[in-house]
């Protein structure tokens, strides 16, 4: 059964702080894996798409790594910012079954920054 | 549209009634994907639409869930007979096809939040 698992469940840092999320999935054959920024009340949104073949993919404060052989990706947030407490969910695709693609998501991690 | 469009964004209903949630997905994307997110879950697949057809129906927790899509566009997802246990956030994601390549993610709506008291 394909599991994506994030750690912590929650995490409260101070502002100007870093942190890093962790994501293990068990999804295979694998296609591509996701961050998403979910703040609350709102639908989630994209920060990261990564392939097998890519380690790492930054976007601003935030960075991706990807570590395909042992199946477990992170995600590391520089000096946050009080906007950045959301809930950070890991979405892992696998090859299609039948014709279409559908992700496993993880539980996600919910972040607070406190000032 | 800009982005992709749920209605309504909350809905209180009572125990035992039907409802429907409405799920306008951005122009030109072929597929439409409803999820549910229960109190400190993670999201929930239910059903995927490519086109107006939807090959896996797999997530459908109970056949008092049904889902259509017409003219490729807007979708409807009906819940008859509402029970507590439904009270959720339903989302909706659509994209430009049914593969989830890198090169094209998701765009979710901001969701229904559904209270079945």
């Known amino acids: 059964k394909n599991q994506v698992e994030q750690s912590p469940q929650s995490l409260i840092i101070l502002e100007g702080k870093n942190c890093t999320l962790q994501?293990?999935?068990?999804?295979?054959?694998?296609?591509?894996l996701r961050w998403y920024k979910q703040d609350t009340g709102r639908g989630p949104v994209s920060l990261t798409i990564?392939?097998?073949?890519?380690n790492t993919k930054s976007n601003g404060r935030y960075t991706a790594t990807l570590d395909a052989d042992t199946k477990q990706s992170s995600l590391h947030i520089t000096a946050s910012q009080l906007s950045d407490s959301a809930s950070y969910i890991c979405v892992v695709t696998g090859l299609p079954s039948g014709g279409s693609y559908i992700p496993t998501f993880g539980r996600g991690t919910s972040l607070i920054v406190h000032p | 549209g800009a982005g992709v469009s749920q209605s309504p964004s909350n809905k209180v209903t009572e125990k035992g009634k039907d409802v429907e949630l409405r799920c306008d997905p951005i122009?030109?994307?072929?597929?439409l994907y409803w999820y549910r997110q229960s109190l400190g879950q993670g999201l929930e697949f239910l059903i995927y639409f490519q086109g107006n057809s939807a090959p896996d129906k797999s997530g459908l927790p109970s056949d008092r869930f049904s889902a259509e899509r017409t003219g490729g566009s807007v979708s409807t997802l009906t819940i008859q007979r509402t029970q507590q246990e439904d009270s959720a956030v339903y989302l909706c994601?659509?994209?430009?096809?049914?593969?989830?390549?890198?090169?094209?993610?998701?765009?979710f709506g901001s969701g229904t939040r559904l209270t079945v008291v």
């Open positions: 994601a659509s994209s430009y096809i049914g593969i989830s390549t890198a090169n094209y993610g998701y765009t």
């Open positions: 122009s030109g994307h072929t597929a």
């Open positions: 990564m392939t097998f073949s890519e």
């Open positions: 994501c293990n999935y068990t999804v295979s054959p694998f296609s591509n």
